[in-house]
Nanobody, 119 residues
């Protein structure tokens, strides 16, 4: 079983940048598609960015395209989310998630890290 631990959240001002990290332990996360989700107060959890296992193709929510970048290093069992030009509406708890490529749902989740964008 893969366990995920996020870090890197914090309080920043609009326009600032943050890089979130997600480290997998327990077993290698080779063979897992990885993604970042977020959940703002009173809103449903939404997919922010994802990265396939095979081709390494990245995909993003329209609201973060051009500002956020997802990447992974399989040797380090780590996936990152680089967030630039942050906006107040990016404020949320950010979760790292893993999906076994033989399934269609993300079944492994981290505990989340808070990102607050405020002046």
């Amino acid at each position: 079983q893969v366990h995920l631990v996020e870090s890197g959240g914090g309080l920043v001002q609009p326009g600032d940048s943050l890089r979130l990290s997600c480290v997998a332990s327990g077993r290698t996360f080779r063979g897992y598609a990885m993604a970042w989700f977020r959940q703002a107060p009173g809103k449903e959890r939404e997919l922010v960015a994802g990265l396939t296992w095979g081709t390494g193709e990245a995909y993003y929510a329209d609201s973060v395209k051009g500002r956020f970048t997802i990447s992974r290093d399989n040797a380090q069992n780590t996936v990152w989310l680089q967030m630039n030009s942050l906006k107040p509406e990016d404020t949320a708890v950010y979760f790292c998630a893993a999906r076994d490529i033989t399934t269609t749902t993300y079944g492994i989740w981290g505990q989340g890290t808070q990102v607050t964008v405020s002046s």
